[in-house]
């Protein structure tokens, strides 16, 4: 079992190598590869030590799984040529989430549709995950019409430069790179990724049409804001769900304490709800402070925080790799 990670020296390919550690991924090769530059760098993993490659010899290798976490255009230029040398691509950029013939996973949520045909697997956005998650055990007993999710996204979610900036004025250095157009500490940005024309941004399109897709139904409106706070521990969302029949609050928090990768922390009155603190470095989506919401009709106030290294990429897409490794071609 070849099992290759593309992108190990990034801030996400770190995490998935703790994940893969973690869940006791067995491997018989660990390839782990980055860019030219990184080519025979040294990287530390479960008590050896691991010789980068360039994607050329990691291709060469032919791994079985290939865990890709480095850029949309590198996905594209290179995924294909992983597949023709027989290998299962599970990218965490944006490069495949909405292509028709690939298929978005979010093991808890759509798992089951994988088959032993799908060589390149794309991971969804991470706060698209954390979204479904939530949600899919709840649309199932009462459907949905309406998502309306406000997000409170960590730094972490930029990469390595977003962390930088912050912690760079935090310290009061003012010339070091930037990921955003305004200063972080002390702040909130209402922007993630591109401005499109109709005054959105591409991370809530992601939003929109990422969680339409995992959950099967284009009907679902979607309406999103994203915004980036001076937080390195989770992602969090508050979200607004109108179903399409009515609920009962126990029911709803008893699909909740039961539902595959979900934490209810529900108890307002001793304090108790999710933050992204208590996320960090664990892989549950943790949701709190449910509430009627009383101005619209079968209406929900829920609050969603999760690690967005964690579920929010890493495990995910080590969760996928969890499921191809029964198919029959690996052994």
């Not at 991924?25 to 030590?49: H, T, Y």
């Not at 990921?179 to 024309?197: E, K, Q, R, S, T």
């Not at 304490?257 to 108790?272: H, I, K, Y």
Request: glycine letters at 8%.
């Amino acid at each position: 079992m070849r099992l290759a990670i593309v992108g190990a020296t990034g801030l996400v390919g770190g995490e998935m190598m703790r994940v893969v550690a973690e869940r006791k991924f067995s491997f018989d090769e660990l390839i782990l590869v980055a860019s030219d530059k990184s080519q025979g760098r040294m990287i530390a993993f479960e008590g050896k030590e691991y010789q980068v490659h360039t994607m050329a010899e990691a291709i060469a290798k032919r791994p079985h799984i290939a865990l890709f976490s480095a850029g949309g255009k590198t996905s594209k230029m290179y995924a294909q040529q992983f597949v023709e040398v027989g290998t299962v691509v599970i990218d965490n950029s944006s490069a495949w989430r909405m292509d028709p013939d690939k298929k978005l996973i979010v093991p808890e949520v759509n798992g089951h549709l994988l088959t032993e045909s799908d060589r390149i697997i794309a991971n969804p956005n991470c706060s698209t995950i954390q979204l479904v998650v939530a949600l899919e055990p709840l649309r199932k007993r009462y459907g949905i019409k309406r998502v309306v999710v406000s997000t409170y996204q960590a730094v972490t979610g930029t990469g390595v430069i977003g962390v930088r900036q912050l912690m760079d004025e935090r310290q009061g250095i003012s010339d070091g790179p930037k990921a955003y157009a305004h200063p972080i500490d002390l702040n909130v940005i209402p922007h993630g990724g591109d401005f499109l024309a109709d005054g959105s941004t591409t991370e809530e399109e992601k939003l929109l049409k990422e969680s339409r897709k995992i959950m099967g139904d284009d009907s679902i409106g979607v309406s999103a804001t994203v915004v980036r706070v001076p937080v390195t521990g989770g992602h969090s969302e508050s979200v607004n769900v109108e179903f399409l029949s009515e609920y009962d609050i126990t029911e709803i928090r008893q699909i909740l304490t039961s539902a595959p990768g979900v934490r209810l922390l529900d108890n307002p009155s001793q304090n108790e709800y999710p933050t992204p603190l208590q996320a960090s470095g664990n892989d549950w989506v943790w949701v709190g402070r449910l509430r009627r919401d009383e101005s619209v009709k079968s209406a929900l106030n829920l609050w969603v925080v999760s690690d967005n290294l964690r579920k929010g990429a890493a495990t995910n897409a080590v969760q996928i790799a969890e499921l191809v490794r029964t198919w029959n071609f690996i052994g």
